[in-house]
T-cell receptor, first 110, second 114 residues
Framework: TQLLEQSPQFLSIQEGENLTVYCNSSSVFSSLQWYRQEPGEGPVLLVTVVTGGEVKKLKRLTFQFGDARKDSSLHITAAQPGDTGLYLC??????????FGTGTRLQVFP | DAGITQSPRHKVTETGTPVTLRCHQTENHRYMYWYRQDPGHGLRLIHYSYGVKDTDKGEVSDGYSVSRSKTEDFLLTLESATSSQTSVYFCAINAGQSSTDTQYFGPGTRLTVL
């Protein structure tokens, strides 16, 4: 059972386009993290959101935590080829573990 | 760079053979994790450790065992490898005081079981 479902699974766009990736669950999380992973490497943390409704911006990336802390979104404005990679959300539920989402693979073409 | 190394980086083995993957950290972090990554599944937790000789199961622990006899090393063993265990394996450490702080990942081990 996958507690965190991401959509879309694959996304292929042209440079300059905007996109949104969704991370959804029926469970409540105390915090939610977004990671990006490039081929041949491990995931790297982009951001952590903690409060319901919280919005964080990281240059062209905007992250939002749902009001009920069950979902999150990542919006990229004017995507660039350097944004290409696998995006993973991960939720914390006050245990020793993170639960990772199914992943969204983004390809940005020049 | 959280000083995490994994060995080997690549391994090809045959069904039924035992395999041990090693994760080494240089900064004495308490929490260490083993994940496997497969297309469409993101990262799935196999086992984790919250201290020397303290380990617990993750969501996909069947067929795997772990050991942590020193703070810096966390070993993952496949007692009798099967083709379904072909995957990329990642080790991670938790760099904060909370169990759900940022996780830093090693470079991964690509395992192929023939």
């Amino acid at each position: 059972t996958q507690l965190l479902e991401q959509s879309p699974q694959f996304l292929s766009i042209q440079e300059g386009e905007n996109l949104t990736v969704y991370c959804n669950s029926s469970s409540v999380f105390s915090s939610l993290q977004w990671y990006r992973q490039e081929p041949g490497e491990g995931p790297v943390l982009l951001v952590t959101v903690v409060t319901g409704g919280e919005v964080k911006k990281l240059k062209r990336l905007t992250f939002q935590f749902g009001d009920a802390r069950k979902d999150s979104s990542l919006h990229i404005t004017a995507a660039q080829p350097g944004d290409t990679g696998l995006y993973l959300c991960a939720g914390a539920r006050n245990t020793d573990k993170l639960i990772f989402g199914t992943g969204t693979r983004l390809q940005v073409f020049p | 760079d959280a000083g995490i190394t994994q060995s080997p980086r690549h391994k090809v083995t045959e069904t039924g053979t035992p395999v041990t993957l090693r994760c080494h950290q240089t900064e004495n972090h308490r929490y260490m994790y083993w994940y496997r990554q497969d297309p469409g599944h993101g990262l799935r937790l196999i086992h984790y450790s919250y201290g020397v000789k303290d380990t617990d199961k993750g969501e996909v622990s069947d067929g795997y065992s772990v050991s942590r006899s020193k703070t810096e090393d966390f070993l993952l063993t496949l007692e009798s490898a099967t083709s379904s265990q072909t995957s990329v394996y990642f080790c991670a450490i938790n760099a904060g005081q909370s169990s759900t702080d940022t996780q830093y990942f090693g470079p991964g081990t690509r395992l192929t079981v023939l």
